[in-house]
């Protein structure tokens, strides 16, 4: 595996790569679980190379976010993907993708408001410009995301089809499912600040989620289960809920039906850990 640091050095190494066959990406922001490894395994199924990016963006946290707390493992990481298989991986600094005088943002309406586009203002345009410069920079054939972000992928493909990216095309940008831990909890960087206790209580999302879902199918009001979902959140131990909605899978439309194409999606906290979970209603 050959690391790169600079744009001077990636072309070169992604142009060689290129001569041999398919190269996919897979966008990551490192401390890297088993989560993100589905999503190496994945790309070195369906593409010849693969090239993985670790970025802690800083343009997607927030002011009072954990940007600087966010973990930092590169060693490990790096042994990681090595034993993966993965052939280059691009770790640029934050002044390699962030010259000084860089003024550009890319937005995108609709698919990013609400959910967490509405808890944390600004995240999803951090998101959109540097997906679409790690693209720009690697040109991979394909690209891999995690369904756990499912508004940042349905994020990422609307910008792929209004920019008229061909590297990945939409369709070349692959969601991969939610890989969870054995009480259910899907898998994050973030679940390394929960202390064993508050760990404990996050094993309650995905199973009030699992309820309110059997609910909503049982004949129970979309909004009612999502309102005892809530109040049973915030019995097992989490201090506030940000939101516990149903929507369309595709577009992200607020939706009261329980159409088994909509989804679940919530976000609660524990202590100052945040944690997301989405399922498909059917
Ligand atoms: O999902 C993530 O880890 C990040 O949002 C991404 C896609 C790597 C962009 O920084």
């Not at 679980?33 to 010849?48: C, F, I, N, P, Q």
């Not at 937005?107 to 999803?124: A, I, K, T, W």
Request: charged residues 25%; aromatic residues 6%.
């Amino acid at each position: 595996m050959e690391t790169v640091t600079t744009l001077a050095r990636l072309r070169p190494a992604t142009d060689a790569l290129r001569t041999s066959g398919s190269l996919a990406l897979v966008p990551t922001m490192g401390a890297l679980h088993e989560g993100h490894l589905t999503l190496v395994r994945e790309a070195r199924e369906k593409a010849d190379h693969v090239a993985v990016s670790i970025f802690v963006n800083p343009r997607q946290f927030g002011p009072n976010e954990d940007l600087d707390a966010y973990p930092r493992q590169m060693a490990r990481d790096s042994a990681l993907l090595e034993a993966e298989g993965v052939a280059l991986l691009w770790a640029p600094p934050p002044d390699e993708v962030y010259p000084k005088g860089y003024a550009t943002n890319i937005s995108v309406e609709g698919v990013s408001s609400g959910l967490c586009g509405g808890d944390r203002p600004g995240h999803f345009d951090g998101v959109a410009t540097v997906v679409c410069k790690l693209f720009n920079q690697v040109r991979p054939d394909l690209a891999f995301f995690g369904e756990k972000d499912w508004q940042q992928l349905a994020v990422i493909r609307r910008m792929a089809r209004d920019l008229d990216l061909t590297r990945p095309h939409v369709d070349a940008i692959h969601g991969v499912p939610i890989v969870r831990e054995a009480d259910g909890l899907a898998m994050s960087s973030r679940n390394a600040y929960l202390s064993a206790e508050q760990r404990a209580i996050a094993a309650a999302l995905p199973r009030a989620m699992s309820g309110a879902i059997a609910e909503m199918r049982g004949g129970m009001a979309v909004k009612t289960a999502l309102r005892e979902l809530s109040a049973t959140l915030l019995a097992a131990g989490f201090d506030s809920v940000d939101y516990a909605e149903v929507r369309t899978g595709a577009d992200l439309i607020p939706s009261v039906e329980a159409d088994p194409e909509n989804r679940l999606f919530v976000a609660a906290r524990i202590g100052g850990t945040r944690l997301i979970d989405n399922r498909a209603l059917g």
